[in-house]
């Protein structure tokens, strides 16, 4: 069975750094891309980064230069490291995976989400 | 950025009833869109990929349709476990992805 589970939410003071894990399984994620996706409270999806196969990253402006997404193979999970937080980033964090079909992206495959809590 | 809006906000809705829910991005995407599935306390579940073709499992009353910038999601006849938040995504740019801020379907 294809299945992601995020670990690593809490609650953070504004200033302070998280490591959120995303582990796979019944796929590998190198195969894949892979993506993090935010809910903050009562609001709509935010895209927040993705993992290219092959190594690329992007990012999206309200996180660029803060987080940063990683991989590694022999656990067949992906990271997000989260620095510098902001009240702004509280919300529930979605790890995805990325289906594609030719040029098409669709993101079939999420994760229950970790809630991330950024309060003094 | 390419930025998705989508309308109505919210609606009401009976069981039975016929929905159509817009989403309209801010320059041409060609078909590269998506619709996702939101129930209360859950995470988002993928209908519709590429504009028109429904996801392995998604029963057939949902559809998809346009191109370009204008796009619509349609349930052709609401069911209970149908009322949900829907959003639509593209991925006419694989380096940001974007959603539109969504569409809550309500009981009337």
């Known amino acids: 069975e294809v299945q992601l589970v995020e670990t690593g939410g809490g609650l953070i003071r504004p200033g302070g750094s998280l490591r959120l894990s995303c582990a796979a399984s019944?796929?590998?994620?190198?195969?894949?891309?892979m993506n993090w996706v935010r809910q903050a409270p009562g609001k709509g999806l935010e895209w927040v980064s993705v993992?290219?196969?092959?190594?690329?990253?992007f990012y999206a402006d309200s996180v660029k230069g803060r987080f940063t997404m990683s991989r590694d193979n022999s656990k067949n999970t992906v990271f997000l490291q989260m620095n510098s937080l902001r009240a702004e980033d509280t919300a529930v964090y979605y790890c995805a995976r990325d289906a594609i079909t030719g040029s098409y992206h669709s993101f079939d495959t999420w994760g229950h989400g970790t809630m991330v809590t950024v309060s003094s | 950025d390419i930025q998705m809006t989508q309308s109505p906000s919210s609606l009401s809705a009976s069981v039975g009833d016929r929905v159509t829910i817009t989403c309209r991005a801010s320059?041409?995407?060609?078909?590269?869109i998506n619709w996702y599935q939101q129930r209360p306390g859950k995470a988002p579940k993928l209908l519709i990929y590429a504009a028109s073709n429904l996801q392995g499992g998604v029963p057939s009353r949902f559809s998809g349709s346009g191109s370009g910038t204008d796009f619509t999601l349609t349930i052709s006849s609401l069911q209970p476990e149908d009322f949900a938040t829907y959003y639509c995504?593209?991925?006419?740019?694989?380096?940001?992805?974007?959603f539109g801020p969504g569409t809550k379907v309500e009981i009337k």
């Open positions: 993992f290219y196969s092959g190594g690329s990253t």
């Open positions: 019944g796929f590998t994620v190198s195969d894949n891309y």
């Open positions: 995504q593209q991925s006419y740019s694989s380096t940001h992805f974007t």
């Open positions: 320059q041409s995407i060609s078909t590269y």
